[in-house]
């Protein structure tokens, strides 16, 4: 069974920088994509950012694009998500998450079958 763990969040003025980082166990890490989601009070929950297997494609919400960096580094079986610039909008609790094995990286929450505990982020004005 996967399990994921996410660490890293915290409070931070807008204009700073915090990372997020999500320790995965359980089955083969390179043989599953990745990815970010957060959800803030009263809103669905909704795609950040994603990984593949390797590394070599990823994906953002237009929301983060330029400010937000995934990456992921195999031999620690984790999975990194790097905020600049951070903005009080991305105030959220952070969940990292990943699809079954060897499905590809997706914008699609139900897509996603394994989920961390999620970790607060707030961004203060």
Known sequence: QVQLVESGGGL???GGSLRLSCAFSGRIFSMYSMGWFRQAPGKEREFVAAISWRGGTTYYA???KGRF???RDNAKNTVYLQMNSLKPED???YY???PSLMRPATRI???YEYWGQGTQVTVSS
Do not use: L, M, N, R
Request: aromatic share 0%; glycine share 0%; hydrophobic share 55%.
């Open 109 to 111: 929450v139900a897509e």
């Open 62 to 64: 237009d929301s983060v």
């Open 96 to 98: 990292c998450a990943a």
């Open 69 to 71: 960096t995934i990456s």
């Open 91 to 93: 105030t959220a609790v």
């Open 12 to 14: 931070v003025q807008a």
